[in-house]
């Protein structure tokens, strides 16, 4: 049995002593004449305690700690949801008049007086609460300027609760005031303050990033959710609070007002950028089904070796992201030249059979003869291609892919079809390319499985997997103006773990990702596969490359193995202002060639590999950081295989060998550079082979005319 810890729920025994504290004094003051200004003052004070102790005890529980924007918007509703009904008791049960012609109002009765000290005690339970859950709201994925925003907004209500509390002057919008009346001035600077608070509400306000993050149905669920809620936020203060908290402590009458102000603010920009996203939901959620797909497509090829559950696996995923009618995939049979139906979606027995029986239609040998997708988004009644629909009268549009393996044979087809015209674009197309691409690796890996036993087979089979995977890397070098681009990559074995590639390729610079899986061979190779898919996706949206890191291994983590990791540098390269911005997730150093200096550097800010954290510590250590270059610098990118390059007397490269050949050549171009650099390895290995993949990318700069 759990014990009972007096000590945890001392600050709420705290807040009811010093709440009954003030109502004793509200009592007492109700029925006597006698208004002593320090005793108001301290009345304040205890609205004022009130409220830090109940943050300083809220903020600690785990509640309040939450990041998952569902969970903290449920708690919102949760919490206006039981502010409502304490409230409606409250009016039940008990009267709100106030009179008075001054602010602020005065009870009329005890009833009153009792309704305003339960109102203000309620207001205190609720506002703070709820103003935290926004906080975590607010700060998702934040910038630097918002906690700026924060401490800005928290400071003015503070001060202003203290400007109204010592001189009693309600603020407003009004900027009425003579230089000569001392009142008008206090009121002009209450009001200012007021209004400079408004700002910083409304800025934090914008702060609705979490809504890019949703999916379809909970944009359009919470944008629902928004117009209820901004509907009670806007009613509740008028109906509750606006007479009866300023009747029993002004501070307290401030911070409900602001806090009233504040949700609104909030509610208000949430729905409407809820309503703003809607139209573009389902491509969000497109995107993300995509990369969720392919992410556990390649994550199955990897580790399963069953042929049809993969087959069956591509089928279900291009029915389920495409939203297709019917989907199938024709396996082809070169020594018999036939097609057979391996599997399918919403066919019934008699349509395969029949599908299978008519397999050489013109569609077929189109795909077989030019090995190219057919897509077909209207039936025509003069198309070569209507006999499709004496087949499946349903079917409006068609797409078929071929499947193709690394050296160039032909495995099958994979179709899909809509019941509607005009039912497939070019994302889809992409998309069925990249299905077929994960189904031809599976074919592969079948055949490779199948005669494993057979040595030179075995052989053969990696020396084809070993040419997808370069197929991978990019098959020409980046041409970006004002740079030279020359790359290297060696394998330790047939297949490696190294991955280089270009993303955002223009005028402007070039973006630039390398990396280095833990392990060889071909586990590697798939974790190599699986990053560049996920890499690729991520650069079409992001341009940061720390923001590039960090998705990347939120993704990557809950997959890989525990002993697997995966050093990688991301870097951005801009012609206009020759920066390079880069972020380093335990990968090699960047050698930097300062032609103005004649000297090398070591660029490493610091970095967790991909793969050893879920992301807290992740995001924390990993450091994104910029370089200024200059025309005739060279940047070296490279993976320790080539610094850990050992000779026969077990001696490594090292980076100063590698540092000491870039400066002595740098007036070469970077193809000549390049060459030098591996004629030096070599002379060094002395016929020794390399024991780790060794990859090498250099950036030679040049005035940009």
Request: hydrophobic residues 45%.
């Amino acid at each position: 049995m759990k014990r009972f810890n007096l000590r945890s729920y001392l600050p709420i025994i705290l807040i009811l002593i010093i709440s009954l504290i003030a109502f004793i004094f509200d009592v007492l003051k109700f029925y006597s004449s006698v208004d002593i200004q320090s005793w108001s003052y301290i009345h304040e004070s205890l609205a004022f305690i009130n409220m830090v102790v109940y943050y300083l005890y809220l903020r600690k529980r785990p509640l309040f700690k939450e990041t998952d924007v569902k969970t903290i918007i449920k708690n919102f509703g949760v919490l206006l949801a039981a502010l409502y009904i304490l409230v409606l008791l409250n009016k039940q049960f008990l009267s709100g008049d106030f009179s008075g012609g001054a602010f602020p109002l005065e009870p009329d009765n005890i009833s009153s007086l009792v309704y305003a000290n339960s109102m203000s005690l309620i207001a205190i339970l609720f506002f703070i609460p709820m103003l935290l859950l926004i906080r975590n709201l607010i700060t998702y994925k934040y910038k630097k300027r918002t906690k700026l925003y924060l401490t800005g907004a928290v400071g003015l209500t503070v001060f202003l609760m203290a400007w109204t509390a010592v001189f009693k002057i309600a603020p407003d919008i009004s900027f009425d005031f003579s230089l000569n009346d001392t009142n008008s001035i206090l009121t002009l600077i209450s009001n200012s303050v007021f209004m400079l608070s408004l700002l910083f509400f409304f800025i934090l306000s914008t702060h609705t990033s979490w809504v890019t993050h949703l999916r379809k149905r909970e944009k359009a669920s919470f944008f629902i959710l928004s117009a209820i809620l901004i509907w009670l936020i806007i009613y509740i203060y008028g109906f509750a609070f606006d007479q009866a908290v300023p009747a029993h402590s002004i501070a307290l009458g401030i911070f409900t007002n602001s806090a009233w102000l504040f949700l609104t603010f909030y509610s208000t920009m949430a729905g409407l950028n809820l309503m703003m996203h809607l139209p573009t939901a389902r491509i969000f959620d497109r995107k993300m089904n995509e990369i969720s797909s392919l992410h556990d497509l390649s994550r199955a090829i990897s580790v399963d070796t069953d042929f049809h559950s993969i087959v069956h696996l591509v089928i279900e995923m291009s029915a389920d992201v495409l939203e297709t009618n019917f989907t199938w995939l024709e396996v082809y049979n070169q020594e018999e030249q036939t097609s057979k139906v391996t599997a399918s979606n919403r066919l019934t027995q008699r349509e395969i059979a029949a599908l299978s029986k008519h397999s050489n239609h013109f569609i077929n040998n189109q795909i077989y003869s030019e090995k190219k997708v057919v897509v077909i988004n209207e039936f025509t009644k003069d198309s070569p291609y209507q006999q499709i629909k004496f087949w499946k009268k349903e079917i409006e549009s068609l797409a078929g892919v071929p499947i193709i393996g690394s050296d160039g044979n032909l495995f099958g087809i994979l179709y899909t079809a809509k019941t509607k015209r005009y039912g497939f674009d070019p994302d889809d197309v992409n998309l069925l390319e990249a299905y077929a691409n994960q189904a031809a690796i599976a074919f592969e890996n079948a055949e490779l499985m199948a005669k494993s036993l057979e040595r030179e087979r075995m052989e053969q089979e990696l020396q084809i997997a070993r040419e997808v995977q370069m197929r991978l890397l990019p098959q020409d070098t980046a041409d970006v103006p004002g740079l030279q681009v020359e790359t290297l990559t060696i394998t330790a074995y047939e297949v490696g773990g190294d991955y280089y590639d270009f993303y955002s390729i223009s005028d402007r610079g070039l973006g630039l990702i390398i990396g280095d899986v833990s392990g060889k061979g071909t586990s590697a190779a798939f974790y190599m596969a699986e990053t560049k898919g996920i890499i690729l996706s991520l650069a079409e949206s992001l341009t940061r490359p720390a923001e590039i890191l960090k998705k990347a291994n939120k993704i990557l983590y809950p997959s890989m193995e525990k002993k697997a990791f995966i050093s990688m540098l991301a870097a951005r390269w801009d012609a206009d202002t020759k920066i390079l911005h880069f972020a380093r997730a335990g990968h090699c150093p960047v050698i930097h060639y300062a032609s103005a200096s004649k000297n090398t550097i070591l660029l490493q800010p610091p970095g967790l590999a991909i793969g050893l954290d879920e992301g807290r510590i992740f995001d924390q250590i990993l450091k994104e950081t910029e370089h200024q270059t200059a025309a005739g610098d060279i940047l070296a990118f490279y993976t320790d295989g080539l610094s850990e390059a050992r000779n026969k007397n077990d001696e490594e490269f090292g980076e100063q060998r590698l540092c000491d050949v870039i400066r002595e050549n740098a007036h070469l171009d970077a193809e000549a550079l390049k060459q030098a650099i591996i004629d030096t390895i070599l002379s060094f290995l002395d016929g020794q082979a390399l024991h780790d993949d060794l990859t090498l990318v250099l950036l030679k700069i040049n005035d940009l005319k």
